[in-house]
């Protein structure tokens, strides 16, 4: 059986602790090994630092951003291969698996493209210079540089390649080199991933190294001009930031972890409307898309009172028509969780709603019989949606997340206030989605929602058919949300390399300002 | 004998625990009391969060900046007042007072301009619309809007009138209501502006309260929408990062440590040249302006081997020329530091460089006679001169900061790389400064340094008599520093807003984002 190793100090190391074993979640055949290695972390975070980083800060934004796009293309070049380790080791269907990779490959070559924009430049001019006192000669020029230090990545199981690379995106495009660290159960795709840039030499010596396995005492290398950026639950996320050594060094710390997403169907949608289709589609896909281990799930539904009835009639007939199994056949609809602890979660997560919510369809999750995996075996959850019995006093469905195919109703009049005040019970969320033709409406809802939440999507009918769901984390747009969503905030563009560089303000004499940050972009230091 | 009282809920509370005493630092003669109140601090916030945050999120930037700005007008008004307070009750020289206090009504008077800049809008629009896939209807508009909660902001001794001020400024530009809480020991200039706050009735119920003593369970009460703001020192502000449910909700949290700021001569200027005597007068002023009790204070002073007899003799002379005493004659340079605790630290951390460095001025600090105040009282202490005995070695300079009028100067060979080096061990400034004419070697240092500090000051020949030092923070530049200086950042302008607005992306239809984001100023929601 195959054994995944790390990649620390330009070097392979294989693990020789007590051996993790990675399965396949339907079938559970083993697939591979994982062992913690003998690692010096110092020394490992030094290399990264001073070789990786120094190789990383001499090359213009453009050139690091040639290196992002050649990193995108590799991958997509092994697209197939990777796809197939997706659907063994992820409990991916292929149309799951292809989110990941593509996922993956497209916010690369978005940050390729970005850095090819920024041009021949080591640093980024940040606004207009500002004169600071009555003399026209005393000037401010905010500028950033890269952090001359390194970036842990601690990713979640549910997106092993997108995961990785859109964080390695931003990171190398920033100059800042990399040591990131899949989730172990679901490593085979990021594994696959780092072999893939190793052999293919693009990246300079020290620029991404890769964790198999624990972390050891990494976190306590850090210094004030590394970063740590981890996705995942809220639980570790509080663990990872309130360790002793990152806090007492001021680590910049960006944490991205799991939310209580909302989904609010406007009033004035009716059944054969293209907003209201639109919205069937997207509660459903995010339901079930990755079996609904996805921070960016929709978990509760708000649904104005005169449309219950058509909602659970729409999404319960085609939540009941999918077929749960092996992901590998064409005809499965919806694969297993990713783990036994994940199917265990999510169970005891169902019975936790049903304390104040009744099943609508899936009952308590079970599933009798999956399609094509041996009897018994397989960590399979039926999609479960439910409705809350008193949308006043329920509590568990704005406090308890179910990371897998599971979602609750909560009837509303049809107001914006009523539903606003719903969303923010949730305590924060990286997503919530609109469904309206109602401008009035959707304006209210936008800017009543937008404090609690790091992105909105606003469905009309008129955007059926154009749009991606609001479950699709773009690189254009920022990821993350406030309070229990971690408080972070990831991509968006220029706004993502933010994170990794540190702003400064400069001071001085205007024509001398002028000189070091205003040459042309291909006279630049 | 006065009582300083709490402001909460709108109303002034007064104090029942055992009470502190606020002396004259400089005559140790009692000046008021502070007791800790009975709060019902859920309450308190809640007050805040509702009253305040609702009649702030009501009003425009504009109509937010014309508040601030009215303080700013209100505060200038009572200046003579409020510069005797400091006096009395900060060892503030007449000139380290006007220092505090009228930065306090020019931060307010920039912020107020900033936000009358803003005009009739209620949220800013991030950056321009992006197309997010191949459909041009689909696109995606950053928008930031106030947080719903409130700002929780907390003080340091040396600056209670501008530090009070530029934070609740920005804060409450940004429509996010304040419960600030200067420290104990000279609290009394902070407690007397509440004063003329509430009293002018400028701002609505809830928008600004204040804390007399000790916070209680205040940071338990917090959620992800609350900020919270710290300046001073660095295991305060590590206590208070790492407060469990600080870290549990997301709060969001920003530190202002002091750190270890560094000069830098630069071997090209002569000593008749003006950029030298403007290093000379940077250094000086750094040093003995309010005792040396700023967190920009210039710490470690990088000079050239070729130069340092000559920085010895001019910064020895003016040094030994400064008369210590009480700061309310007129005869005075330099008052006492806060608190006895404060001399007690700065003696002891004088002993600590000492270790590895001599006493160039000044001695261990000790001051025969202080100017005017009866014999062995004041908490007095000498500007102390030091030089480390070995640049490669020493290690206490660049770890240890003393919070006095102490600054040690570091020899170096005159080449950036080692000045940067020096400058760099320091583990993240504030700020550094660079005193030099020689455009390549500004340009070396600036990029070298950018990564290890908020802000850098390069100071040239031309720049004399145009420019405030290195020290002063101005609202238009960014003030927090990378590390040791707390990973945060204040103030920057617009910049500033970040911390206290939540930051979403909001993706739908073109049209109807259109309609939403980009009304005219005076259409706008």
Known sequence: M????????????????????????????????????????????????????????????????????????????????????????????????????????????????????????KFLVDGEAAQLTRSVRFVGQHIAVPRRGVAVHINAFNFPAWGMM??????????????????????????????????????????????AGGVGDLLAQLDGQDVLAFTGSSDTGQMLRAQKNVVAQSVRVNVEADSLNAAVLGRDLDRESEGYSLFIADVLREMTQKTGQKC???????????????????????????????????????????????????????????????????????????????????????????QVRDAKSARRVHEHEVFGPVATIIPYSGDADEAIAQVARGGGSLVSSVYSDDRAFLGEMAFGLAAHNGRLFLGSSKLAG??????????????????RAGGGEELGSLRGLAFYLQRTAVAGDKPILEALFHKKPEDAA
């Open 296 to 386: 960016t799930a929709i978990r509760r539904v708000l649904v104005p009172e005169s449309m219950l009835e058509a909602v659970r009639e729409d999404l319960g007939e085609r939540l009941s028509a999918i077929k749960v199994g092996d992901p590998a056949r064409e005809d499965v609809g919806m694969g297993p969780v990713a783990t036994k602890k994940q199917l265990e979660d999510v169970r005891a997560g169902i019975a936790r709603l049903r304390e104040e919510a009744d099943s609508l369809i899936g009952g308590d999750g079970s599933v009798a019989e999956a399609i094509g995996v041996p009897k018994g075996k397989g960590f399979f959850v039926a999609p479960v949606l439910l």
């Open 2 to 121: 195959k054994t995944l190793r790390s990649y620390l100090c330009g070097a392979w190391v294989e693990g020789n602790g007590v051996a993790q074993t990675l399965v396949n979640p339907a079938t559970e055949e083993p697939l591979a090994e994982i062992a913690a290695a003998p690692v010096d972390w110092a020394r490992a975070v030094t290399h990264a630092r001073t070789r990786g980083g120094e190789a990383l800060r001499a090359l213009t934004f453009a050139e690091r951003g040639q290196l992002v796009k050649a990193i995108s293309k590799l991958i997509h070049g092994h697209r197939d291969e990777l796809i197939a380790l997706a659907i063994a080791n992820g409990g991916n269907t292929r149309g799951d698996a292809k989110f990941d990779i593509d996922g993956a490959a497209g916010t690369l070559a978005a940050y390729g493209e970005v850095g090819i924009a920024l041009g021949k430049t």
């Open 466 to 483: 154009h749009a991606v769901g609001p479950g699709t984390v773009l690189p254009q747009l920022v990821h993350g949300g406030p309070g």
């Open 166 to 211: 859109e964080k390695a995106a931003v990171a190398l495009l920033a100059g800042v080199p990399v040591i990131t660290k899949p989730a172990t159960s679901t490593a085979l795709v990021a594994a696959r991933m780092m072999e893939l840039v190793v052999e293919s030499k693009i990246l300079p010596d020290g620029a991404l190294s890769f964790v």
